[in-house]
């Protein structure tokens, strides 16, 4: 578990924190569709930072594939969890679950979905194994 992770919780790899910006709204008065993918960016960013050794100019992760669910529309001003999750360890890839709920309660879930990552390298654009930080955070969370 990284920081900005909550103890209770089985399987989390990551929970960042997101303010809501005004820029973030669209005509309705709600977070546009597009900015909840910035949100899951911000917070895998946020969640890689903290893990050793998980870039080198040999292997870089690439997004492979992303599947979100809107389960309720986020409003103005909001602050928000995005919590990360290992659903799956590849040999080059990593499947992460992800939650977008209210910081306050856990329980008021606006989206979620998951995310496919490939370590590649970007000379040949070859997938090449998970960094060894990678896979230990992954065997973690899984483990939990």
Known sequence: M?????DDTPGLLHRAPILVRWRDLDAFNHVNNSSYLTYLEEARLQWLRHVPGWYDENAV???AASSLNYRAPIAWPAELAVELYCERLGNSSLTIAHRIVD??????????GNVVLVWMNPHDGKPVPLPAGIRKAGERALAD
């Open 61 to 63: 992760p690439v997004l």
């Open 103 to 112: 910081v306050a309660d856990r329980h008021r879930l606006y989206s979620d």
């Open 2 to 6: 990284t920081e900005g992770a909550v």
